[in-house]
């Protein structure tokens, strides 16, 4: 029961990055060309390992 409890948190966590990290696309692209990178890929990454991890268990 936890274990489903944890894999739904953490798909929902995911699904919740990816749809942020869109939205932030066009921010992201000016952030870009002033010379500031933003660290959503890495985040969304992260939880996609997290996510794969507790799926496989």
């Given at each position: 029961?936890?274990?489903?409890?944890?894999?739904?948190?953490?798909?929902?966590?995911?699904q919740?990055?990816?749809?942020?990290?869109?939205?932030?696309?066009?921010?992201?692209?000016l952030?870009?060309r002033?010379?500031?990178?933003?660290?959503v890929?890495?985040?969304?990454?992260?939880?996609?390992?997290?996510?794969?991890?507790?799926?496989s268990?």
């Open positions: 029961m936890i274990e489903s409890l944890r894999r739904f948190t953490l798909f929902a966590l995911y919740t990055t990816v749809v942020v990290g869109i939205l932030l696309l066009p921010v992201a692209v952030a870009r002033a010379g500031v990178s933003l660290p890929g890495r985040l969304i990454e992260t939880l996609e390992a997290a996510y794969d991890d507790a799926d268990n």
